[in-house]
């Protein structure tokens, strides 16, 4: 049995993926932010983007569109926030890289400028003083 | 003259550049929410991640690596905030594809969990209830 390093997205039983190719995997998050939030995962157990190989990068990139058109199809979702958290001081939790597509609806938040830039608690809304 | 076609990017001058190659820039951004937030711009006026070429995805993102050690270099950041917003519905404001780079630093923000699940103001504290 191998291990699985303490990553909790290589427990999810493959049952339960969404999507997967040669490198990686796509499961819903435990924790969604929005109806359809989901991330992408290397199968190989490593904590950053700069770990990955160009084969694991290539993957990803190429599963989280299949993901979105996907996502597209079944919730019809108005935009989408893309992107990854690397490092505790940025927020990462799972240290098991994951991609994050986060598919958006016009109207879910009363304001949605910003985005990403929300990362930065507090920082986020930058038309305002 | 070329058109910028309305892209407040393209009229950053290439002496504020902070690096580039053939199909990419990157810029700081104007409204911070870090120190060093960085933009790495397709040249191309592009909205979408979906609407670049392979060549530019592949630019943009060995434009990202670079981006991330000069700013590791200079700024000696304990992690960064890594994606794109597509979409007005997802806080995209300026229709030309933009991934943030965001350093981050320990204890910028009393608690950093979540990260880019902020982009959903409201839900990223997915540990309290």
Chains 1, 2 share one sequence.
Do not use: C
């Not at 303490?6 to 493959?14: A, C, K, M, T, Y």
């Amino acid at each position: 049995m191998e291990s699985d390093g303490g990553s909790i997205f290589l427990q999810v039983p493959q049952s339960q993926w969404i999507a997967s190719n040669d490198l990686a995997f796509a499961i819903r998050d435990t924790y969604p932010v929005s109806p359809g939030h989901t991330l992408v995962v290397p199968r190989r157990l490593v904590a950053t983007w700069d770990g990955t190989t160009a084969a694991e990068r290539a993957a990803l990139l190429e599963l989280m569109s299949e993901v979105k058109v996907q996502l597209r199809d079944q919730l019809h979702p108005d935009g989408f926030n893309v992107g990854f958290n690397e490092g505790a001081a940025a927020g990462q939790t799972v240290f098991h890289l994951h991609i994050h597509v986060i598919p958006r609806f016009t109207g879910d938040v009363p304001d949605p400028r910003g985005g990403i830039r929300h990362a930065v608690m507090g920082k986020g809304n930058w038309q305002q003083p």
